[in-house]
Structure formats: structure tokens, C-alpha cells
């Protein structure tokens, strides 16, 4: 099946510092999607792409559709206390009928 | 707002047991969805319903059976409970026009002893 490579698997960061994050996938993919998992509560969809090069933003928060289609990147500026929690990419190919592969998930962790 | 709702926060059930794992949704979805959450893992697709009775196996079947008699019902079914499926399950729902916007429920956190 589908691998979906997430990256960094966890990030200590200081309030204020911009924070970065990747998901590479195996197969070609026409979706890519992030979520926000805060502590006890279930993902929160942030930003979707639908195609190649796509690049959209969400307040602080940025999300590019690789041009290979098989990448995406999530970029949080000036993070702030509220940003800790588990972020998870998620992609889809054409035929998958819209089920998604996740990533392992970043665990953000934001000290003041 | 969409509100998934999932039966308990927590369980802990005895190896063997019968398991039930209900989701109710309040937004008239026709897809629902049931995930497990391991760390490391992320998550992983165990079945998804795409309309009232309607069933399809996930990546991760094996161990557990579905059952969608009502639309805004989801019940995730553990024959027999192992010690292998301790995890965070996660109910997600959507509509049928929006396929990329899956709305979770809190999840349920099973200790399997």
C-alpha cells in the first residue's frame, strides 16, 4: 500500500520561532491534506491542496502541494503556545475513492 | 458545527471480551469512518461505510466488523478482544460532496488487559 514518510517526528520549539514540516509519499498523489490533533480531542483539518504547486495559507500556517505531487510541506510562522499538538499530513490518489493515507504524525511542543 | 460523538473516553475490557465502540454524527453524513491511532503509526483505516448497511474493509480489518443500520450510527465491533488492539480509536464522519473534510470524533482510548 501507500507509504506516507512524515517528518520531523516531534519539534521543540521556542514560542515565536517558525516551524517547518514534511510528508513524502511512495505513489503519486492528487490530495494532500494537514491536520491539528490538540491533547485529547480528535484531528482538526487545516489546510487542503488539490493540485501541484499549490500553495495556501491558513493565518500562520502554509501548505504547498509538491510539484512531484508526491510531497507537501506545512510551515507555521511565530508559533504561540496554542500551536502545540500532533500534526497529521493525509493524502489521496485518484482511486482511492477519497480514503486517505496519514502520516505518523509531528508532535510540536512550544516553550515560552 | 458537525459533532461526531463517540460512546466513551476511556474502556478497559479482558482479552476475549465482546467489544462495541458506538459513533453517533448529527450532520446527516453518509460516510463514516473508523480509525486507530498508535504512536509512531499515525492513522490507519480499519473500515468505512459509505451509505446505511453499507460496508467496506479498511487497510487494517483483521480482529474487528462494522455495523451501519442507521445513518447517523457507526459501531465498531471487537469479537474478541486482544491485547494487540490497546489503542486511541477515532470515529470520523463526511459528507458525501465534500470528500476531503472528515470530521472526528474524540476518540476512545481501549486498554486491552
Known amino acids: 500500500g501507500q507509504q506516507l514518510n512524515q517528518s520531523p517526528q516531534s519539534m521543540f520549539i521556542q514560542e515565536g520561532e517558525d516551524v517547518s514540516m514534511n510528508c513524502t509519499s511512495s505513489?503519486?498523489?492528487?490530495?494532500w491534506l494537514w491536520y491539528k490533533q490538540d491533547p485529547g480531542e480528535g484531528p482538526v483539518l487545516l489546510i487542503a491542496?488539490?493540485?501541484?504547486?499549490e500553495l495556501t495559507s491558513n493565518g500562520r500556517l502554509t501548505a504547498q502541494f509538491g510539484i512531484t505531487r508526491k510531497d507537501s510541506f506545512l510551515n507555521i510562522s511565530a508559533s504561540i503556545p496554542s500551536d502545540v499538538g500532533i500534526y497529521f499530513c493525509?493524502?489521496?490518489?485518484?482511486?482511492?475513492?477519497?480514503?486517505?493515507?496519514f502520516g505518523a504524525g509531528t508532535q510540536v511542543v512550544v516553550t515560552p | 458545527d458537525v459533532k461526531v460523538t463517540q460512546s466513551s473516553r476511556y474502556l478497559v475490557k479482558r482479552t476475549g471480551e465482546k467489544v462495541f465502540l458506538e459513533c453517533v454524527q448529527d450532520?446527516?453524513?453518509?460516510?463514516m469512518f473508523w480509525y486507530r491511532q498508535d504512536p509512531g503509526l499515525g492513522l490507519r483505516l480499519i473500515y468505512f461505510?459509505?451509505?446505511?448497511?453499507?460496508?467496506e474493509k479498511g487497510d487494517i480489518p483483521e480482529g474487528y466488523s462494522v455495523s451501519r443500520e442507521k445513518k447517523e450510527r457507526f459501531s465498531l465491533i471487537l469479537e474478541s478482544a486482544s491485547t494487540n488492539q490497546t489503542s486511541m480509536y477515532l470515529c470520523?464522519?463526511?459528507?458525501?460532496?465534500?470528500?476531503?473534510?472528515?470530521?472526528f470524533g474524540s476518540g476512545t482510548q481501549l486498554s486491552v488487559l
Open positions: 470520523a464522519s463526511r459528507g458525501a460532496g465534500s470528500y476531503e473534510k472528515l470530521f
Open positions: 505513489s503519486i498523489f492528487n490530495t
Open positions: 491542496l488539490y493540485k501541484a504547486g
Open positions: 493525509a493524502g489521496t490518489a485518484t482511486d482511492s475513492w477519497g480514503k486517505f493515507q
Open positions: 450532520m446527516d453524513h453518509e460516510n
Open positions: 461505510s459509505y451509505d446505511v448497511k453499507m460496508k
